[in-house]
Each structure stands twice: as structure tokens, then as C-alpha cells.
């Protein structure tokens, strides 16, 4: 008999998640969607959550369950979810976030008829657990449906809005695969989310579907609870996104704005405070990609 090829792969990523049992299942039980895989995985195995899922999903053909005790870090355990996938589509769906049953259907319908797009995502509700809350709050992305999409807008999403919620959204897969374009090391990892979804930029559209949203919880031992950014993060960062840049947006007059103006929004945040830094972004980029 032949295998089908899912249409979308569902990543759960794993880690110390027993506590968080009860959002994964209803994640799950909320896919009422036809054509999809679970690939549910545990590098860590610290807890018996992946046993729980594998007891009460094992019977289920649509799930595949990955453990190892490599304990990888989060960007190469993420990583290898996506090599794993078999999807036209794939994303990660994190183990205290919650998913509403229109969220896939309605990101995949927008990758369906957007050729363009190579993410489609929502917005992020948040929700602190125990009064720890990093972020401002959500805003609609600096981008309009109809506008042509082009490296300055994806420089514009970088600097002047929160790209760590696009992470949430649905990838095209074979722009992935066909691009090498994997999720790359950070120092400490800090930021390696918003760089990634950066250089998905690069290769087409980052469409957002305002009806989509996702619940985000924030607590204090989530994993980057404890993240700092100082200058030997504004480095790395810088050369993390010029690699991006290398591997997918042509040499030109735009590409050397754009590393300028990333230069200058890496430099700043290593010595100013979150609110300076963003209106210093703001009168750069006016300058330099109008």
C-alpha cells in the first residue's frame, strides 16, 4: 500500500513538558484537519511526558515520536523536527501554547492561494503565568497585504516589529529543503527564531492572516526567560543575519543598505535601552531604505 504524503507536518517539541500535559493534548485534540502528522519528540527525556503521548497516540498512524537522550539544544531539536517532516507545510507547535482549530486550516488556506508567501502566520495572545512578561504588547506587522514585498520590507519587519511571533506561523516546506535554509546557531541561541523567520524573508512573502491567533504563556523558567543581549550578542546577531543575507538576497545597492542599517540595529541594542533602540531603528531606516 502506498504512503500518503501528509499535506501538513505538526512538530511538538519536547522538554520537561509533563506540566504542561494538558495543553499538548488539547493542542492535539483541536486538529480536526484531514491530512496531517504529528512528529512528537524528546531529547532530553527528563520527564515521562513523550511515554504519556506515545501510550494515549501510539495506536494513531498520523504520529511519529522521536526520543534520544542527546540532549540537543533547542535549535538543533527544532531543526531536526523539520528534517523530519514529510508535509507540504510544517510548523512547531510549542508545549505551553495554545492553538485554536481554525489556526492551521486557515494559515495553510493563505500559503494555498499566496504562491508567494513562504510563511504564513498570526498573531500571539500573552499570557504571563507567575507576572513575568518580556514583550510589549501585540501589535498588527508594519505590512500591507498588497504591498510588494522586497528586502527593505523584510529589513522593516526586523527592526521595527517582533518577528519571534511569525515563528508561530506555517512554512512552505520545499523552500526549506531546496534552500538549505534551517534554523541557524546564535550565540547561546538567544534570537536564532527571529533571524531564521528574517531569512525566510529573503526567499518570499511573510503573509499575515489577522482572524489567527495563537496563546502564548510566558513564565520564568521558559527557555529564554533568562536571555540577555549585550554587545557580544550585537555581533554575533550581525553576523548571523549577513550570512542570511550572503546565502539569499543578490549583491546589490539594496543588500548593502539593508547590512548597514542591520549593523546599526544590532549595535544599538547592545548598549541602549529596548524603547531608545527602536526609535533610533526608526530614523535609520527612514534614512537609509526609503
Not at 181 to 201: E, K, M
Not at 262 to 289: D, E, F, S, T
Amino acid at each position: 500500500m502506498e504512503e500518503t504524503t501528509p499535506l501538513v507536518s505538526i512538530g511538538i517539541p519536547l522538554y520537561r513538558s509533563l506540566r504542561f500535559m494538558e495543553i499538548i493534548v488539547a493542542n492535539i485534540e483541536a486538529i480536526d484537519y484531514g491530512n496531517v502528522e504529528f512528529i512528537v519528540s524528546d531529547r532530553h527525556l527528563l520527564d515521562g511526558a513523550l511515554q504519556l503521548l506515545q501510550q494515549k497516540y501510539g495506536h494513531d498512524t498520523r504520529f511519529r515520536f522521536l526520543s534520544g537522550t542527546d540532549q540537543l539544544n533547542w535549535v538543533e531539536h527544532f531543526n531536526l523536527i523539520l528534517r523530519q517532516a514529510k508535509g507540504k507545510y510544517s510548523l512547531w507547535m510549542a508545549h505551553d501554547d495554545s492553538y485554536p482549530p481554525n489556526y492551521v486550516p486557515d494559515l495553510v488556506s493563505a500559503l494555498e492561494t499566496h504562491p508567494d508567501a513562504v510563511l504564513a502566520f498570526g498573531g500571539v495572545e500573552q499570557v504571563s503565568l507567575d507576572g513575568f512578561l518580556p514583550t510589549l504588547p501585540f501589535v498588527p506587522p508594519p505590512i500591507e497585504p498588497q504591498e510588494q514585498w522586497s528586502l527593505a520590507t523584510a529589513v522593516r519587519l526586523l527592526t521595527l516589529w517582533q518577528l519571534w511571533i511569525a515563528f508561530r506561523g506555517v512554512v512552505r516546506l520545499e523552500v526549506i529543503v531546496q534552500s538549505n535554509l534551517y534554523i541557524r546557531q546564535t550565540y547561546q541561541n538567544i534570537r536564532a527564531d527571529i533571524y531564521w523567520v528574517f531569512g525566510l524573508g529573503l526567499q518570499g512573502r511573510l503573509y499575515y492572516v489577522p482572524c489567527c491567533y495563537c496563546t502564548k504563556r510566558f513564565h520564568r523558567s521558559s527557555g529564554g526567560a533568562d536571555w540577555r543581549f549585550g554587545i557580544r550578542q550585537s555581533l554575533n546577531a550581525y553576523h548571523v543575519l549577513c550570512s542570511y543575507l550572503r546565502d539569499y538576497a543578490a549583491p546589490s545597492w539594496e543588500s548593502l543598505k539593508a547590512r548597514v542599517v542591520i549593523y546599526l540595529w544590532c549595535m544599538v541594542q547592545g548598549v541602549l535601552p529596548a524603547v531608545l533602540a527602536r526609535k533610533l531603528g526608526i530614523i535609520v531606516r527612514k534614512i537609509l531604505l526609503r
